[in-house]
């Protein structure tokens, strides 16, 4: 080691080597940052100390002035920021506040179980959706649903059962109350139910339809998508859809629908089975657990989907 100390000391000593070094420390010093610093610090910071961290205060400004340029540091999405360590001045990096709020984002989506529903629905925010006058009194019972259940989450809430033509905001409406509400610390599973009822038969041949219907009915906020559009089978409606029901009706938790059929379709809807047996009473059964889940609520206006 000792060759080594010798052999630097020798480079340095040359006369352009040295020059450039010394304009390098001087500028390094007269970064505002790092005076700031140093007058902060003072009462700790001895010269000693300095002439020893040069090479951190060197990466401090090389690492400031990348991200001034908006080029990418060493790491991506950190700041540097000096700090005392053990003696020496050092570059701890800290989350820009872009990353504090990706993270915090998702860990926001972390709590929403989303299963094959929309990208715009999954990053849908109630301050994005339009205000129109069609739309304000579903705007003011949404906020009061959140309000109420945050504030007493214990007590039982009615839902909503959103329906109306396509293309009106139902699914982006339940993506920004399931935002809203994993920002006020719920967890939410949102599905589209068609999509649902498919791989629940597909759940027949692995043995999984118990744990997928258990992860659903208990979910703490459930929201079904497009109700009524699945292809509509006895099995699906008495051992998947009255299970879930039943249960979240039992245990009184918050369950949301979105549909393009009010109640009277969708009982229409669920009378036949897929032997072609009509069964009304089985459909009647299946229409009062959702009315207690959830209010009935018309969602009109114009198609927005090639807005």
């Given at each position: 080691m000792d060759h080594i100390s010798r052999g630097f000391n020798r480079y340095m000593k040359q006369p352009d080597i040295r020059k450039q070094y010394e304009e390098m420390v001087q500028s390094v010093l007269n970064d505002p940052d790092v005076q700031l610093f140093l007058k902060k610090e003072e009462d700790q910071i001895s010269q000693e100390m300095i002439q020893n961290s040069y090479s951190k205060l060197y990466e401090f400004v090389q690492e400031k002035n990348k991200l001034a340029r908006g080029e990418q540091g060493q790491n991506p999405g950190?700041?540097?920021?000096?700090?005392?360590?053990?003696?020496?001045?050092?570059v701890v990096y800290l989350p820009t506040p872009e990353t504090v709020q990706r993270e915090k984002e998702r860990e926001l989506r972390s709590r929403i179980n989303a299963m094959n529903i929309s990208k715009d629905a999954r990053t849908a925010t109630m301050d994005k959706i339009i205000m129109t006058q069609d739309r304000n009194n579903v705007l003011m019972m949404a906020y009061a649903f959140m309000d109420e259940y945050t504030e007493s989450p214990k007590d039982y809430h009615q839902g909503f059962y959103l329906y109306g033509p396509f293309g009106t905001g139902k699914t982006y409406l339940l993506g920004a109350m399931a935002h809203e509400l994993s920002?006020?610390?719920?967890?939410?599973?949102?599905?589209?139910?068609?999509?649902?009822?498919?791989?629940m038969k597909a759940a027949i041949a692995d043995g999984s339809v118990s744990d997928k219907l258990n992860a659903v009915?208990?979910?703490?906020?459930?929201?079904?998508?497009?109700?009524?559009?699945?292809?509509?089978?006895?099995?699906?409606r008495d051992e998947v859809l009255g299970v879930i029901l039943q249960h979240r009706m039992q245990e009184k938790l918050p369950t949301f629908f979105s549909s393009n059929f009010n109640f009277s379709e969708l009982e229409e809807h669920l009378r036949m089975g897929n032997r072609g047996d009509d069964e009304p009473i089985k459909a009647k059964r299946l229409m009062e657990r959702i009315k207690y889940l959830a209010k009935e609520v018309a969602l009109t206006g114009k198609n927005r989907r090639f807005d």
């Open positions: 950190y700041e540097p920021k000096l700090a005392l360590n053990s003696g020496y001045i050092d920002k006020r610390g719920h967890v939410i599973t949102m599905m589209h139910y068609p999509t649902f009822t498919q791989e009915k208990n979910s703490e906020i459930l929201m079904l998508d497009d109700i009524g559009a699945e292809v509509n089978s006895t099995w699906i």
